[in-house]
């Protein structure tokens, strides 16, 4: 996965927790992208960031969801009052200056 | 709105032949083409990006951009099992930073 880390792997949440994803992009990388894929679907753009800034929130459902990426530390995806929709594979991806993008493992989120 | 157009499948194509996938965009003002491969469970790999009309070749692989026609294509050579997976198209215009991504083309290679 090009050095991105993701965790956790697998996540299970009952309805109406809150779920915290993180991601760690290529060393020395400041920029991340956040998808998230439905089975059996393609992969939906949410979120674009650099440290302590967002650029495009635009894929990002308007209520409880909300992205950071923080000076220090991993970005974080949070899903407040997470409902059994929620339930995919969130991706992270690292870009670099050719535009290409390095994905990390993902995490599996699974809403009971 | 800008749009990726693949085929969803499945593609099924026979060992040792050669694979076939192909990729339609909508914005004329694409730049830069990626195909990624998506094993089932997996994340997305990198297989190969392409930036001007014409072949480019990488092993087995061989990604043609046709930006006349809007078409970007991956040949897979001496098709292997081991290739059966998902193929995602991207895109990426000149206007911003987003990759708009096609839904995949899913390709079994049967032994």
């Known amino acids: 996965n090009a050095g991105v880390m993701q965790n956790p792997r697998h996540l299970v949440r009952r309805r109406g927790q809150e779920a915290r994803l993180r991601c760690s992009p290529m060393?020395?990388?400041?920029?991340v992208y956040w998808y998230r894929q439905l089975p059996e679907e393609g992969l939906k753009f949410m979120v674009y960031?650099?440290?302590?800034?967002?650029?495009?929130e635009s894929g990002m459902p308007k209520e409880r969801f909300s992205a950071e990426f923080p000076k220090e530390g991993p970005s974080i995806l949070r899903i407040q009052q997470v409902v059994r929709g929620d339930s995919a594979a969130y991706f992270c991806?690292?870009?670099?200056?050719?535009?290409?993008?390095?994905f990390g493992p993902g995490t599996r989120l699974t809403v009971l | 709105q800008k749009e990726v157009e693949q085929n969803s499948g499945p593609l099924s194509v026979p060992e040792g032949a050669i694979a076939s996938l192909n990729c339609t965009y909508s914005?004329?003002?694409?730049?830069?083409f990626f195909w990624y491969r998506q094993y089932s469970g997996k994340s997305p790999e990198l297989i190969m990006f392409?930036?001007s009309n014409g072949d480019k070749e990488d092993g087995r692989f061989t990604a043609q951009l046709n930006k006349a026609s809007q078409y970007v294509s991956l040949l897979i050579r001496d098709s292997q099992p081991s290739d059966s997976a998902t193929y995602l198209c991207?895109?990426?215009?000149?206007?911003?930073?987003?990759?708009?991504w096609g839904a995949g083309t899913k390709l079994i290679i049967k032994p």
């Open positions: 991207a895109v990426k215009g000149d206007s911003n930073y987003q990759l708009i």
């Open positions: 060393k020395g990388h400041s920029h």
């Open positions: 991806a690292s870009p670099t200056s050719t535009d290409t993008q390095y």
């Open positions: 914005d004329r003002g694409s730049q830069s």
């Open positions: 960031l650099q440290k302590e800034n967002i650029i495009d």
């Open positions: 392409i930036y």
